[in-house]
């Protein structure tokens, strides 16, 4: 009955996805409960603030130019036709801050710092490091997995707010220095359309709730990934993909909260 | 505990990071015009508010003086009650025009300020006796083409 | 067996998905001695020295350390006993993002607070007494693997703990480390007071150090007794495996029917 066990199939699947959902939660909350040694001995999650921002910030700061670049390329082309290119720095601006910048530095951070946790996590179970830390009644929520996760929480919003300011400056260098787009109205026009609470702490906000959802993706699949070569490769890819789309279906829940456009 | 290469590394990305906050915050956004200590709260009566938001600006002579907080529709006039945060540097005569524009033909619309001669100023929380609601596009077009209708006859 | 048991394991069950795996086992460890697991691959040892560690619960029985019920105590219970454990793993399990002293100061870091000159004196002595002084500042990636497991078995001593359990210590050692390590497990054992328990499949070796012997075969204990008795013993399963025999009692293969059935050498009814 080759029906009969495509549907058992799919309802294993389902029940095996609401299955990590829950144990998923549950580990969240655990490390929010266990975060104590976070912060008390902070020194955990600078180390782990090193190999999350620090080692992040080249590709973020190279891809902020280059988004910024072809907004501006962009922007100009369509503004043009309507005679109103001294919106540009309005409109680079107010894309990367709102948007690009909390989105795109997120999924950019998934794939950089995400898939390196997991594959970090997945192998030290794997090799039974966090049982050996377990068996020295270490907790090793406390120890690996929450100093990870501030970490993550912490650089998320100083990556984005670094993307879209190279973006902004990326925008600078096209609109106003090899274009010519009138600098004084550039950067006029660009501050009185972007409000600091409504765009530029809500893109904050954004990236807060990004950096929370793809550290907390990355440590799970780790923490969760069968203890061999392929249970760990396969996990590094679903943290990815699920990061990713995790990060797109949050922006679409939080744009339509913060820019309801009332 | 002794300090390492590390800790500089992670210091200078925090600081790099707040910078470039900061960089938004005051170059790319208006938090330098911005300061919610420093404004006091003025309210207008319109009749029609258009296409007004809250977070519109409020200018005078076209510098921005302030921001719309809020839009209401109040039920005892019947009018669109709007509520702004003006800088504190700036009074304004009690005789001010409110007044909606529009910024280019189909621009965002904002709150433009006209002081009149009065002595005495507006005080926090008071509001503008004198308003002129928004130019609503599709009246106008109707005006115009009904103007049309009737030199032809 | 006069002294006081520090590890008593009563009648302990255990499956894996519903495959048995331990089958009734009943052990005393008493304490200060020095006692030897050992069996074929795959008959459940690391899964028992888990149960010791608490990381496993028994479907029935109990294991008690120290007078307490293992899989009764909470986390905090849990980990205060695990506090005066040391388990050596199988294959090391190094923190591999730590160097060899990072390694062997972990515990004393994380669970004391001992000035820093301190905690660098006690790691050179644990990695002294493991022969491996120098290595301290190698990342396990550059140690072979019988200098890793000599850098956890410095790693699991490292705070002095009353039960050291040591899962395959002789894997992977040249013959001098062997004995090295075995005579260095012996005399840990007699200087901390500590009661030991080896999971080996190094006869000779564990013979040589070892007060008691289990056999375990198939999860159940087939033999036990001392160097001696084992030596001595004329059942035919310990015989075989003190003398490493390929035929004897002891099955070599996993249970799962008959091979030859599978090649079809032999036909259904058995006849070749
Ligand atoms: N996580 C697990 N899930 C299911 N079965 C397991 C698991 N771990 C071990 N087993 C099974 O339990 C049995 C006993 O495993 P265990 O690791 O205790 O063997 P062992 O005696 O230590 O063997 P070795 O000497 O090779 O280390 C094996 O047959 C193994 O297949
Ligand atoms: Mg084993």
Redesign the pocket.
């Known amino acids: 009955m080759p029906i009969a066990r495509g549907l058992r199939g799919i309802g294993a699947r389902v029940v095996n996805g609401v299955w990590r959902i829950g144990f998923g939660a549950r580990f969240f909350m655990m490390t929010l409960f266990y975060s104590g040694m976070s912060f008390r001995r902070f020194r955990l999650t600078v180390r782990e603030l090193f190999f999350t921002g620090v080692m992040s910030l080249i590709i973020i700061l190279v891809a902020g130019l280059f988004v910024g670049i072809v907004l501006g390329m962009q922007g100009y082309e369509t503004l043009k036709r309507y005679g109103s290119e001294s919106a540009l720095g309005t409109l680079v601006a107010l894309s990367l801050v709102r948007e690009l910048g909390p989105v795109l530095a997120a999924l950019l951070f998934a794939s950089r710092a995400g898939s390196a946790m997991t594959a970090e996590i997945g192998l030290m179970k794997a090799t039974e490091q966090i049982s050996a830390m377990e068996m020295m009644a270490v907790n090793p929520i406390a120890r690996v997995v929450a100093p990870r996760f501030w970490a993550g929480v912490i650089s998320m919003p100083l990556l984005a707010a670094m993307f879209s300011a190279m973006g902004v400056f990326g925008g600078y260098m096209v609109g106003v220095v090899m274009i010519g787009v009138d600098e004084g109205s550039f950067w006029s026009q660009m501050q009185s359309a972007v409000d600091f609470q409504h765009d530029i702490l809500n893109g904050v906000i954004k990236s807060l709730v990004f950096g929370v959802a793809v550290t907390v993706i990355s440590l799970f699949e780790g923490y969760d990934a069968p203890p061999t070569a392929e249970g760990v490769s396969g996990a590094t890819t679903r943290t990815v993909v699920q990061s990713s789309l995790a990060i797109l279906l949050l922006d679409v829940i939080l744009t339509a909260f913060m820019f309801r456009g009332d | 505990m002794e300090r390492t290469t590390l800790d500089l590394w992670v210091g200078m990305f925090v600081v790099a990071g707040f910078g470039a906050l900061m960089v938004l915050a005051f170059k790319v956004g208006n938090l330098s015009t911005y300061n919610v200590s420093q404004s006091y709260q003025l309210q207008a009566y319109f009749d029609n508010i258009g296409g007004l938001k809250a977070q519109a600006s409020v200018k005078s002579a076209g510098v921005l003086v302030g921001r719309v907080t809020d839009v209401k529709l109040d039920t005892t006039l019947y009018k669109a009650r709007v509520t702004m945060n003006i800088d504190k540097r700036y009074q304004f005569p009690k005789d001010t025009f409110a007044n909606i524009l529009t910024s280019g033909l189909l621009g965002e619309q904002y709150i433009g300020l006209m002081p009149g001669g009065d002595e005495v100023m507006l005080k926090d929380g008071e509001e503008f006796k004198k308003t002129q609601s928004a130019v609503v596009l599709e009246d106008l077009i109707g005006k115009f083409l009904y103007g049309k209708a009737e030199d032809s006859k | 067996m006069l002294s006081e048991a520090l590890v008593e394991i009563r009648d302990v069950n255990f499956a894996?998905?519903s495959?048995p795996?331990l089958k009734g086992i009943n052990m005393s460890f008493p304490k200060g001695r020095l006692i030897a697991i050992m069996?074929?691959?795959?008959?459940?040892?690391?899964?028992?020295l888990?149960h010791i560690g608490g990381v496993l619960k028994p479907t029935k029985g109990y294991v008690k350390v120290d007078g307490q019920v293992i899989h009764e105590l909470d986390q905090d219970g849990l980990y205060r006993m695990r506090r005066k454990m040391g388990m050596l793993f199988?294959f090391g399990a190094l923190f591999t993002d730590m160097t060899v002293f990072d390694n062997v100061a972990f515990q004393m870091r994380e669970h004391t607070d001992l000035p820093e000159e301190i905690i660098r004196d006690l790691v050179m002595m644990k990695l002294h007494a493991v022969g491996l002084y120098g290595t301290q500042n190698l990342m396990p990636a550059e140690l072979s693997g019988g200098m890793a497991r000599r850098v956890a078995l410095a790693r699991t001593i490292a705070l002095d703990p009353m039960l050291i359990m040591y899962?395959?210590p002789f894997a992977g050692l040249d013959p001098i480390s062997l004995t090295v390590v075995g005579q260095l497990i012996r005399r840990l054992n007699d200087a901390l007071g500590a009661t030991s328990i080896v999971?080996t499949?190094d006869v000779q070796e564990s013979l040589k150090i070892v007060d008691y012997i289990y056999f375990?075969s198939d999860g159940a204990i087939i033999a036990e007794g001392t160097a001696d008795d084992i030596r001595a013993s004329g059942e035919a399963f310990v015989h075989q495996f003190v003398y490493g025999e390929m035929d004897g009692p002891i099955p070599f293969h996993y249970p799962a029917g008959d091979f030859n059935l599978d090649l079809g050498v032999k036909d259904q009814r058995g006849a070749a």
């Open positions: 894996y998905d495959r795996i069996g074929l691959s795959g008959c459940g040892k690391t899964t028992l888990r199988q899962d395959e999971v499949h375990v």
